[in-house]
């Protein structure tokens, strides 16, 4: 069975800085990977995602992401955080077959010192 | 505007009985599913239906039920025989069965038991 893991349950960053959320998966073939934020009491928000292709993707609000296979990594990456982007950041990889479900990490909380 | 909404937001249940938890969607999806969100657990996967009238189980489906008459409505209920109902619960929807679709989340109900 397919399984992520996010070993870094808190991280801190001052404003400005720049940030990497890791994310690391277990599964046979290529997964479909993807990153997902969420505010308190909210639902989930899609940052990116990779399927194939270029191994860098680009999302929205300033975040990318680099699959690196020979790794089973697929780190999350800012180069200035601002202070809305303290969130709960989850990874999660897709099966290829068997229900379509996503597997989700347990999450890294971010949060931004002013 | 298209999306998903849950309700209530805010579910409060008294030890023995049954809720129901309601995910109305309409953008037309396909798959919808109910996650299960715990502190420090991530997303954990209740149920998934990928048609109407058809629905799987996920990892934790014990202690809950399901139902898919229409394509927009998949409502959960969280019965008497869940030992741990108090939680966060997600709705999601895909636009297509196949893999590649990303998940759009509704924005939780929350559910504690007193």
């Known amino acids: 069975a397919q399984s992520v893991t996010q070993p870094d349950i808190h991280i801190t960053v001052s404003e400005g800085a720049s940030l990497e959320l890791r994310c690391n998966y277990s599964?046979?073939?290529?997964?479909?990977l993807f990153w997902y934020v969420q505010s308190p009491g909210q639902g989930l928000q899609l940052l990116l995602k990779?399927?194939?292709?270029?191994?860098l993707v680009q999302g929205i609000k300033g975040f990318e992401a680099e699959f690196k296979r020979s790794q089973s990594s697929f780190n999350l990456r800012k180069p200035s955080v601002h202070w809305s982007d303290a969130a709960e950041y989850f990874c999660a990889v897709g099966l290829t077959g068997g229900g379509n479900k996503l597997t989700f990490g347990t999450g890294t909380q971010l949060k931004v010192e002013l | 505007d298209g999306g998903i909404t849950q309700s209530p937001k805010y579910l409060f249940r008294k030890e023995g009985q049954n809720v129901t938890l309601s995910c109305e969607q309409n953008l037309n999806h396909d798959a919808m599913y109910w996650y299960r969100q715990d502190p420090g657990q991530g997303l954990r996967l209740i149920y998934y239906s990928q048609i109407v009238n058809d629905f799987q189980k996920g990892d934790i489906a014990e202690g809950y039920s399901v139902s898919r008459e229409k394509k927009e409505s998949f409502p959960l209920t969280v019965t008497s025989a869940q030992k741990n109902p108090t939680a966060f619960y997600l709705c999601a929807s895909r636009r297509q069965v196949a893999n590649t679709g990303e998940l759009f989340f509704g924005e939780g109900s929350r559910l504690t038991v007193l």
């Open positions: 990779y399927f194939s292709g270029d191994t």
């Open positions: 599964y046979g073939a290529t997964p479909y």
